[in-house]
């Protein structure tokens, strides 16, 4: 059997610095493959992380919103119905009446529109040398005669107010003189109410009408409508406040014959639509409200 010191000189053994060598590379080998399998590893985690976030984002509903929320279907439908329905018509608001027929100046006195009958004599104001009017009105009809008299127009007061005993005598004139040309009672009646009617038809009984003339003239004429003065008038009267009160073509629907000396007062804003209107009177009060 050989010995031990043979067998050691033909097979040495490895130096212990030679196998600490192998070994310390094994271990460092060892310790870098585990880190490169983590680095690996971890790679693989976080692209299927990613991955997994995709498509759960992708097939997940959309968040709805704080501010909002979903109407249920049954609610919705009601929505839409209501909107839908036909709603009612608001009632419009009525137009203001642009007549002021219930102001003191539009008063309209006729045969048809006669005064009440406990109208008796009125208190009126004295202007024009003796002549009685509304006092209203006075200082409209001083302006409008001033501004006849700066265009070299010179105009007359015929007359102004008339009281029931003066009113009522100028009828009843009017009436005899007509039966006296044959006319029956009834019909001088009539046609002395197209003249000189009873106090309660009467405008003049108001106070708000003027009978103007020329200064060469001292009682009414149709003849004024020839003159410079009826010219003046018809196209300033209106500035003042004044009408032409019974026109030559309204005579069916006034009820008075032409008097193109009479001027009635409806104040400035109303006697300048009735001009502009073409109208009497009557038709511009007749008009509807609407």
């Known amino acids: ?104 100046y539009m008063k309209l006195v006729n045969a ?52 029931v005993e003066r009113q009522t005598a100028r009828n009843e004139d009017e009436i005899a003189a007509y039966e006296r040309r044959g006319y029956s009672e009834q019909d001088a009646r009539d046609l002395a109410a197209m003249e000189e009617p009873p106090y309660l038809q009467c405008e003049h009984s108001l106070g708000l009408a003027v009978d103007l003339m020329d200064s060469g003239s001292d009682t009414t004429s149709i003849a004024f409508e020839e003159t410079e003065e009826f010219a003046w008038l018809q196209e300033h009267a209106a500035e003042y406040g004044f009408i032409l009160r019974y026109p030559a073509d309204k005579v069916e629907i006034t009820g008075m014959v032409y008097e193109p000396w009479h001027y009635r007062y409806v104040g400035i804003e109303q006697a300048q639509k009735i001009k502009e209107s073409g109208l009497c009177l009557e038709e511009y009060l007749g008009q509807s409200a609407e």
């Open 112 to 163: 048809e529109n006669p005064l009440p009958d406990d109208y008796g004599e009125q208190e009126m104001t004295a202007f024009g040398g003796g002549y009685y009017f509304d006092e209203r009105i006075i200082e409209s009809l001083e302006q409008m005669l001033n501004a006849a008299d700066e265009a070299d127009v010179s105009l007359k007061i015929i007359s102004g107010y008339r009281g």
């Open 1 to 104: 059997m050989p010995s031990q010191n043979f067998f050691d000189e033909q097979h040495p053994e490895p130096s212990i610095v030679l196998d600490e060598h192998k070994h310390s590379s094994k271990k460092e080998k060892r310790k870098f493959l585990s880190s490169t399998q983590a680095a690996v590893v971890l790679t693989v985690m976080v692209v299927a992380a990613a991955g997994v976030v995709f498509v759960w984002g992708m097939k997940s509903p959309a968040r709805t919103p704080k501010e909002t929320f979903d109407i249920p279907d049954s609610l919705s439908q009601q929505m839409v119905e209501s909107v839908n329905s036909e709603q009612p018509e608001a009632t419009p608001a009525p137009t203001p009446d642009p007549i002021p027929r219930n102001e003191w």
